[in-house]
């Protein structure tokens, strides 16, 4: 926590608050549906509608799918590399779940997806309240465990030199999008 009354985001040279960053942004892209759920039955697709959809499109398709990346390609390996041998299993079955869920999220995604994509082009599609909240109960369940399980287990095990390195291929990811 900072001193600082003026809050301060997290930059690369912390790469595990940047990937917690990365769950608050994504908490308020989920509002962000949310609210538009509630705006359609009343306005349709309007232009609001429209810039809502395509933003948590943007979001939902290049940073969190970067955050993913930054998990599955450069944490997991270094924690599982770190991590002593009686923890090695229950670290690896946590990862086996976050694995598998990215997948389930991916899959809730590219069907949100495509509602979200016929409201950006002003096109009537459903949009409930309830589809919502089951797309966005996933990713709460998500982040709790991240956030409560994994990265605990990032701040004890990782080096500083490990810190750097993912700081470095963050940067770099980003760099390439």
């Excluded at 082009?121 to 919502?132: K, N, P, R, S």
Aim: aromatic share 6%; hydrophobic share 45%; charged share 25%.
């Amino acid at each position: 926590m900072s001193d600082s009354l003026i809050p301060v985001a997290p930059g690369f040279e912390t790469p595990l608050e940047m990937l917690e960053a990365c769950h608050g942004r994504l908490q308020g892209q989920l509002e962000t549906l949310a609210r538009l759920a509630a705006w359609l039955p009343a306005h349709g697709a309007d232009k609001q509608a429209q810039q809502a959809a395509s933003a948590v499109m943007r979001y939902f398709d290049l940073a969190a799918v970067n955050h993913h990346m930054d998990e599955e390609d450069d944490l997991f390996p270094v924690l599982l590399a770190r991590v002593d041998a009686p923890r090695r299993a229950q670290l690896q079955a946590l990862i086996d779940w976050i694995l598998a869920d990215h997948q389930r999220m991916f899959a809730a995604w590219a069907l949100m997806r495509e509602r979200l994509a016929a409201i950006a082009q002003g096109e009537a599609a459903e949009l409930t309240a309830e589809q919502v909240e089951e797309f966005a109960s996933r990713y709460h369940q998500h982040i709790a465990r991240e956030e409560g399980e994994l990265l605990p287990y990032a701040r004890e095990l990782l080096t500083d030199e490990d810190v750097a390195a993912l700081s470095e291929t963050m940067v770099a990811r980003r760099r390439q999008g």
